[in-house]
């Protein structure tokens, strides 16, 4: 089953892609999602472009970032700061469950959409925010996106760098923002479980840099421990263990080596590849001597993998029991047969019948993929949601009139 959440209701007030993401996800489960948009263009990743990509050269009319973010959500547009519009709002949270908003605390202050003030309008309201830096603390109103956040303040992209790169590693889009929805998504969903069994609605907080910092705990602690700026990595190219490192083939792509435990896959591996001579070499056997001597086992390997061809060891490798893979090209993924298989990507449709697909939350329930759903138009379902607020269409009307809804 795919709708474990249904019939919650979820008001979002967020924009970017950090925090939709996490109402994604709980659309995936099933919750009903409704998206607040201002009046003055709506949620910006609407319009975002991504460098190197021209939006007219798309083969669809999608925004793949507002899919990733959005799908499965209605969005209703409203001036917030309005009469009418604070009373669209009112009503749309005391029929919630969870509020969820990226709105910094002395933003929500200036709306006068404090904690207390939200559950004025309904006392058992989950209230879900996700910050750049957290509520508490001196940049408690300092904003955030992920390459900031998380990948610069959480430690990620200093420790992922290898000492010899001219420039730290950088990030595609929403690198943190994807993984930073997730967990947020997890904690609302604990939230409800535990307002199901107490009857008390937490508030829930969740940050790009406390994901950071969760991503990258075994440096941290390591930091601590052994009082280290960073765990000891090699320069690029190179690994502790010679059977934990990536291997150029001859033309020009990688294979990752995982064999945690070498002493287990050596013998049989080497043997695969072609090597036998390498499972008998003291050199190599058993693991201590294996990374006391890894500048010579890695040129070796480097050497032997270099002689073939991708498709020629993956099908050498085929029934290699230790773990490895290829890296894949994100172009690749849309075709692998366990991601198909999996159900992790769904594939939707856009208004001329073009099929597109976009990425799922990560978690299913019942072996079963969330039913494929696309991301609002801006303000799609305003007057939709209108009436079942109650709002007849002379009130419609009006507030349409006045500037306080699309």
């Given amino acids: 089953m795919s709708g474990l959440l249904q019939g919650i209701r979820i008001v979002e007030l967020a924009s970017w892609t950090y925090v939709p993401s996490a109402g994604a996800a709980l659309s995936d489960w099933g919750a009903e999602v409704v998206k607040i948009e201002d009046t003055r263009g709506g949620d910006p990743c609407r319009y975002l472009t991504i460098g190197g990509l021209d939006p007219a050269q798309s083969r669809v009319d999608a925004n793949f970032m507002m899919e990733l973010g959005n799908h499965g959500k209605r969005s209703i547009g409203v001036d917030i700061k309005s009469e009418r519009g604070r009373d669209i709002l009112r009503r749309l949270i005391e029929r919630a469950d969870v509020f969820l908003t990226n709105w910094l605390p002395a933003a929500l202050e200036r709306a006068d959409l ?8 309904n006392p058992n309201v989950i209230v879900a925010r996700g910050s750049g830096q957290g509520s508490r603390g001196p940049e408690r109103d300092r904003g955030g996106f992920d390459a900031a956040s998380y990948l610069a303040r959480g430690a990620v992209a200093y420790a992922l760098t290898p000492p010899d790169a001219e ?29 199901a069994t107490t009857g008390h609605a937490p508030v829930v907080d969740s940050s790009l840099l406390s994901q950071g910092v969760w991503a990258m705990a075994p440096d941290i602690a390591a930091a601590d421990y052994y009082g280290i700026d960073r765990i000891p990595v090699g ?3 190179t ?3 010679p059977a934990v490192n990536r291997y150029r083939t001859r033309d020009g792509r990688w294979i990752q080596l995982v064999f ?14 072609g090597r036998p001579d390498m499972a008998t070499d003291e050199r190599f056997v058993p693991l201590a001597n294996l990374v006391a ?19 020629d060891w993956q099908k050498i490798l085929a029934d290699e029991p230790g773990v490895w ?9 849309l075709s692998d047969p366990q991601v198909v298989a999996n159900g992790y990507l769904m594939t939707v449709t856009d208004a001329a019948g073009r099929e597109y697909r976009t990425a799922a ?10 039913p494929p759903r696309r991301a609002p138009e801006y303000g799609e379902h305003t007057e939709d949601i209108l009436l079942e607020l109650g709002f007849d269409w002379d009130a419609i009307i009006a507030a349409k009139e006045a500037g306080a809804v699309l």
């Avoid at 404090?114 to 309008?121: P, Q, T």
């Avoid at 994807?178 to 904690?187: D, K």
């Avoid at 945690?260 to 590849?273: N, P, S, T, V």
């Avoid at 939350?361 to 969330?370: R, Y």
Wanted: hydrophobic content about 40%; proline content about 7%; glycine content about 8%.
């Fill in 114 to 121: 404090s904690v207390e003030r939200i559950r004025e309008f």
């Fill in 167 to 195: 420039y730290p590693v950088t990030q595609t889009p929403a690198f943190g923002d994807l993984q930073g929805g997730i967990t947020l998504a997890g904690g609302i969903a604990a939230a409800l479980f535990h307002r």
């Fill in 235 to 237: 320069n690029a190219g």
């Fill in 239 to 241: 690994a502790p263990n």
């Fill in 260 to 273: 945690l435990q070498a002493d287990r896959y050596w013998k049989g591996f080497c043997e695969r590849i």
């Fill in 293 to 311: 001597n890894k500048e010579t086992a890695t040129a070796e390997l480097r050497h032997t993998f270099a002689e073939r061809d991708l498709a």
């Fill in 325 to 333: 893979a290829t890296l894949a090209s994100p172009k690749e993924v």
């Fill in 361 to 370: 939350a990560p978690v299913q329930f019942d072996e079963t993929p969330p």
